[in-house]
């Protein structure tokens, strides 16, 4: 299985990013979907998941009510919708799928991960 994230950059803060990740290797429409976050110096942590056919969604506080989370299965693809972004948002921003069909908050249910795409967000 292959992750491709994209879509990151530099945005001032109140602004929009829209973060994609494309799968390739498996049936991406049977898996959970995940993103994750890691900022230099911290762990990294949790911010939003799916499950496979998008009806379940669940994200972390910090992002709730600013992100926004879907998939396209048949697309292949995964999507972060991310607005009113804060520069406590700039982090690299991971996605990684699941070895089942529901989403998950904790990262070692999580057997994929991509690369990672870096999102900035200036005062």
């Known amino acids: 299985v292959q992750l491709q994230a994209c879509g990151g950059g530099l945005v001032q803060a109140g602004g929009s990013l829209r973060l994609s990740c494309a799968a390739s290797?498996?049936?991406?429409?049977?898996?959970?979907m995940g993103w994750f976050r890691q900022a230099p110096g911290k762990e990294r942590e949790f911010v939003s998941t799916?499950?496979?056919?998008?009806?379940?969604?669940y994200y972390a506080d910090s992002v709730k009510g600013r992100f926004t989370i879907s998939r396209d299965n048949a697309k292949n693809t995964v999507y972060l919708q991310m607005n009113s972004l804060k520069p406590e948002d700039t982090a690299v921003y991971y996605c990684?799928?699941?070895?089942?069909?529901?989403?998950?908050?904790?990262?070692?249910?999580?057997?994929?991960w991509g690369q990672g795409t870096q999102v900035t967000v200036s005062s």
């Open positions: 799916i499950n496979w056919r998008g009806g379940s969604t």
């Open positions: 990684a799928q699941t070895s089942t069909i529901s989403g998950s908050y904790r990262d070692r249910d999580y057997n994929y």
């Open positions: 290797g498996r049936n991406f429409g049977s898996y959970g």
